[in-house]
């Protein structure tokens, strides 16, 4: 069974919201810097490890499960993004301040990054 998500509004705020689905970063915005988010402005769908789709507003990005209507986890406490990328199992954040965050499940393999040089 194929099943089409024709909007994000079919996503409740609620779970949007969630604290619990929210993904850590070493380096987050500032508690003094944060604000209170109001309605939400999503950017495009991209396709995410065949089966997860991720979008974005202008200070948290969203991994969404369409089987399920859910939303599998959020990145938040971001500088202001300015766009988002997707590559097999990565998710490359860019936000303001010349600051680019890359979200995975497993670290970068810094050794071959190296020998490849």
Not at 1 to 25: C, G, H, W, Y
Not at 99 to 108: D, F, H, T
Request: hydrophobic share 45%; aromatic share 6%.
């Amino acid at each position: 069974m194929v099943r089409v998500v024709t909007s994000i509004s079919a996503f409740s705020q609620d779970a949007l919201m969630k604290e619990n689905n929210r993904t850590p970063l070493i380096n987050p915005v500032s508690s003094r810097v944060r604000h209170v988010r109001g309605d939400h402005q999503f950017g495009p769908l991209l396709v995410f490890r065949e089966h997860l789709l991720v979008t974005y507003s202008s200070d948290m990005v969203y991994i969404l499960n369409p089987a399920t209507i859910s939303v599998v986890a959020t990145v938040a406490d971001l500088r202001g993004v300015l766009d988002v990328a997707v590559n097999k199992d990565e998710i490359f954040i860019l936000e303001g301040e010349r600051s680019l965050i890359r979200v995975a499940y497993a670290p970068e393999n810094i050794v071959s990054l190296v020998q490849g040089w």
